[in-house]
């Protein structure tokens, strides 16, 4: 006789544990302690076996008999149903293990081991660890395109239309590299492409003419702040690397001897092995360094920790300090006074400024066969850009027409 809701809650303990028989294997065994929990009773390949489904109340007659269906359709497709539960307990068990931030670490572990610039290591580090911090504790597979939504969104409300447009990219590759080592079914940043604020790119904010350069270089040498980041932002001046580049110079990338700064082909934007000439004041600058912090291994060392270099928006925040805005300068914006100017000079090869910046020839027939570096041409260029920067330093006549001259002469 199939149980009713009534014969089940009126079921008391008794002195021994007994069962209550619904029908086709399922029944309520209520224990001596009066607990009461559904079991099925079925044989596979002729051995007798008992599959718990669930306890009651938690598990109402209507889903204990659903269960039991299911079970039975297991059976008959030739699986066994204790098997099979023992085994989605246990996917369920890794899939909680398996949140977002462990399958994060691996992933950024995996941009090491492929010798990723370490810019880039940092940037997606600070993307998934800091901006998408709120989806860490999370098992990956539990995430929904919602989830990553309110994240980006927060990140958007904040004005960083660009970082929300970044961390979305970061999140998703996170989410393909779960796919790919089977932690993961599907990417639910895919469906919010279009989600998000469309970013309208701008160049880098940039000083190009002589005597702008000349105003700005005399509030860097007059800046008194930590002296590892004045430095940093003096050698960005005079050899125009990318930002990520100087911040993190190590001392085994410097030749002092022989002038040459080489930058790994892991830490440039184009992969390959960048060198720089150092001119006579960027040596100077470098050897300043050497006594300073005789025991780092990064000529620029951080001031909250001596053990890593500056931080990625440390030149940009001094520069704001000095009163230079954030539409008329930034770290990155050298590179562009640098094109500027040398090339307004007509001293020197586009081809040499074009090498010194580490530009990637967009011509592929040329990029294969012109692996010329002009050197020597460069060499001098360097030493020349230095010169001009200390004269227009040291020259006396009015400063840029811009905010940056009132904060100066002020």
Known sequence: MALTDIHIRNAKKAHKSYKLPDGSGLYLYVSKAGGKSWRLDYAYFGKRKTLTIGTYPSVGLAEARARRDEAKKKLSEGLDPSLSKKRDQLAAKAAAGNTFELIADEFIAKLRRDKRAEPTIEKNTWMLKVLAKKLLPYPITQISAKDVLDVLGTIEKSGRVESALATRSAIGRVFRFAIATARAENDPTSALRGALQRHVPTSHP????????????????????????????????????????????????????????????????????????????????????????????????????????????????????????????????FRSSASSILNESGKFSADAIEAQLAHLDTREVRRVYNRATYWNERVQMMQWWADMLDEQRTQKRALFNSSVAAAISG
């Not at 005789?294 to 620029?300: I, S």
């Open 206 to 333: 940039a000083l190009t003419t002589r005597e702008e350069l000349g105003g700005l270089m005399r509030a860097i040498y007059g800046y008194e702040g930590w002296p590892s980041l004045v430095a940093a932002l003096k050698i960005q001046a005079l050899c125009f690397a990318r930002p990520g580049e100087t911040r993190s110079m190590g001392w085994s990338e410097v030749d002092l001897e022989k002038a040459i700064w080489t930058i790994p082909a892991a830490k440039t934007k184009m992969r390959r092995e960048h060198h720089v000439p150092l001119s006579r004041q960027a040596l100077e600058i470098i050897k300043q360094m050497k006594d300073l912090f005789p025991d780092r291994e990064q000529v620029f060392p951080s001031m909250m920790s001596g053990k890593t270099f500056l931080s990625e928006n440390s030149m940009n925040s001094a520069l704001r300090r000095m009163g230079i805005g954030d539409d008329e300068h930034t770290a990155h914006g």
